[in-house]
């Protein structure tokens, strides 16, 4: 009789936990994206690349989610704090957050504006140059001893800006993924105030992790855990390439 009385209450137990992780991850998440990064990641339509799919790695998971566009290192900020239970394209840097498997790939070219014969056989060549980059570009290209006291130069959080800013003349190399180059091109030419000539030299970074992959961060191991396993499935049928395929074949008929 004892011994039927321990394995109840051990069955009630698992019942008791099961239910509490329910709970726990019944609640409405709260999913980071960054800013400025279409055709990846648009906060103006809420859509992009990577929303598509996480959206669709997260639907047979049951997940209750709402989004919040915001800059990189607010990001991490909010990650911190637990703000957010969830960053879509981080890199691995931060410690004590759980990282699902590879999520998102950048191709980054250096884009000279004016060189059309440009050339870059190693990164520490970019310190000859002024360069406009994304915001953690330094971190995520591992060149902070590169550009250390190099005042011209400058990430950006907004990439649209970073763009313009390359365009009129700010700096002479652009560090960009090579989609959202063209992306925001195809936007840009329907404005009369910048000029695009499309006289560049163009070098596939010569760096070790190129094309530079991105993961999604969670606060919490089984919702990790979780999406990993949904994630794999979405790649496996097919269905993460032909979401990438849409989104390139729209940019391009752009």
């Given amino acids: 009789m004892l011994e039927r009385c321990k394995s109840l209450t051990g069955i009630a137990v698992i019942l008791y936990l099961l239910l509490v992780s329910h709970t726990a991850f019944s609640k409405e998440l709260v999913v980071g994206f960054g800013l400025s990064r279409p055709p990846y990641v648009d906060e103006r339509s809420g859509s992009g690349i990577s929303v598509e799919l996480f959206k ?3 639907a047979p998971l049951g997940w ?3 989004t919040s566009f915001v800059s990189i290192k607010r990001m991490q900020r909010l990650l911190e704090r637990g703000d957010i239970d969830v960053a ?3 890199s691995r840097a931060q410690p004590g957050l759980y990282y699902s498997v590879p999520f998102i790939s950048y191709s980054n070219y250096a884009i000279h504006s004016r060189d059309p014969g440009f050339t870059l056989t190693s990164m520490q060549e970019l310190a ?4 406009c980059a994304w915001q953690n570009a330094s971190e995520h290209l591992e060149l902070t001893k590169i550009v250390a006291g190099k005042e011209d130069y400058l990430e950006f ?12 003349g700010k700096c002479d190399v652009i560090l960009i993924d090579d989609t959202l180059l063209r992306w925001h091109l195809s936007e840009l030419n329907q404005s009369s105030s910048v000029h695009i000539n499309n006289q560049w030299g163009k070098v596939l970074l010569p760096f070790e992790n190129n094309p530079l992959w991105f993961y999604v961060a969670f606060t919490d191991k ?6 990993n396993s949904s994630l794999k499935q979405l790649v496996q049928t097919g269905r993460y390439q032909k979401i ?9 008929n752009q």
Avoid: G, P
Wanted: net charge positive.
């Fill in 88 to 90: 879509v394209e981080m």
């Fill in 64 to 66: 209750q989610y709402k």
């Fill in 128 to 131: 000859r140059h002024s360069i």
């Fill in 56 to 58: 669709q790695a997260a």
């Fill in 157 to 168: 959080s907004k990439q649209r800006e970073q763009v313009i800013e390359w365009l009129n």
């Fill in 222 to 227: 089984q919702l990790r855990d979780e999406f």
């Fill in 244 to 252: 990438r395929d849409h989104w390139a074949t729209t940019n391009k």
